[in-house]
């Protein structure tokens, strides 16, 4: 079932590509198909493979578009429109943590062990953690790539676990580092506001005077 998902999700990308160009140009669908869908699938297997070929950034694999018989403003036109569908989206990857620590270096051996872990990110996927409320913290970076980034998030949980530990405190790993959605970080964030301003009612409530 899997494969077959991804056969038709390959080939409803390179379909909706063409059919952008024959509306554009005002060409006939199945004429782009055999000048340009048809010969990349008997060269690379798939259309969608030569696709994202052709706008890798890997110069040595040769670009799959310039032995197509089209004219050279075609070719570019295609290209452009294969990046704007086809270039790499960014994806969140989230977890949630709990972190305590009793003993005495306390609340400063939290922040030590959760620096440790922000310092596992890098240029292009930087670990961002924010506080839920205690002991629960989010950790989250944004990648290309899915694996990538959840394995980064298990490096730096890693690392905040060994430091805690290390300092008589623990870690519970509260949800897995897994890819999020729009609609679980918008309910994450209405959650963290509301908790927010619960908070400030509390830090506002005076002791009534007699």
Same mark, same amino acid.
């Given at each position: 079932?899997?494969?077959?998902?991804?056969?038709?999700?390959?080939?409803?990308?390179?379909?909706?590509?063409?059919?952008?160009?024959?509306?554009?140009?005002?060409?006939?669908?199945?004429?782009?198909?055999?000048?340009?869908?048809?010969?990349?699938?008997?060269?690379?297997?798939?259309?969608?493979?030569?696709?994202?070929?052709?706008?890798?950034?890997?110069?040595?694999?040769?670009?799959?578009?310039?032995?197509?018989?089209?004219?050279?403003?075609?070719?570019?036109?295609?290209?452009?429109?294969?990046?704007?569908?086809?270039?790499?989206?960014?994806?969140?990857?989230?977890?949630?943590?709990? =972190?305590?620590?009793?003993?005495? $270096?306390?609340?400063?051996?939290?922040?030590? *062990? #959760? !620096?440790?872990? %922000?310092?596992?990110?890098?240029?292009?996927?930087?670990?961002?953690?924010?506080?839920?409320?205690?002991?629960?913290?989010?950790?989250?970076?944004?990648?290309?790539?899915?694996?990538?980034?959840?394995?980064?998030?298990?490096?730096?949980?890693?690392?905040?676990?060994?430091?805690?530990?290390?300092?008589?405190?623990?870690?519970? =790993?509260?949800?897995?580092?897994? $890819?999020?959605?729009?609609?679980?970080?918008? *309910? #994450? !964030?209405?959650? %963290?506001?509301?908790?927010?301003?619960?908070?400030?009612?509390?830090?506002?409530?005076?002791?009534?005077?007699?």
């Amino acid at each position: 079932v899997a494969a077959c998902e991804e056969r038709f999700n390959k080939a409803k990308a390179v379909h909706g590509v063409l059919r952008h160009l024959a509306e554009r140009r005002k060409y006939f669908l199945q004429d782009l198909y055999e000048k340009i869908g048809w010969p990349l699938y008997k060269k690379y297997g798939h259309a969608f493979d030569a696709f994202k070929l052709a706008i890798s950034e890997d110069r040595n694999s040769g670009d799959p578009l310039a032995d197509l018989d089209i004219p050279d403003d075609l070719r570019e036109e295609l290209k452009k429109y294969i990046l704007r569908r086809l270039a790499p989206q960014p994806i969140k990857i989230r977890s949630d943590i709990e =972190v305590s620590c009793f003993a005495y $270096a306390g609340i400063d051996a939290i922040r030590a *062990a #959760l !620096q440790a872990g %922000m310092a596992v990110g890098n240029e292009q996927s930087p670990i961002r953690i924010k506080l839920i409320a205690p002991p629960i913290y989010v950790l989250s970076t944004t990648t290309l790539e899915k694996e990538a980034g959840i394995a980064l998030l298990n490096k730096s949980i890693e690392t905040i676990k060994d430091n805690i530990t290390a300092q008589g405190g623990k870690l519970d =790993v509260k949800m897995e580092p897994k $890819a999020v959605s729009l609609k679980e970080e918008t *309910a #994450l !964030q209405q959650m %963290m506001d509301r908790l927010a301003l619960e908070n400030e009612e509390v830090d506002g409530d005076a002791p009534e005077e007699d």
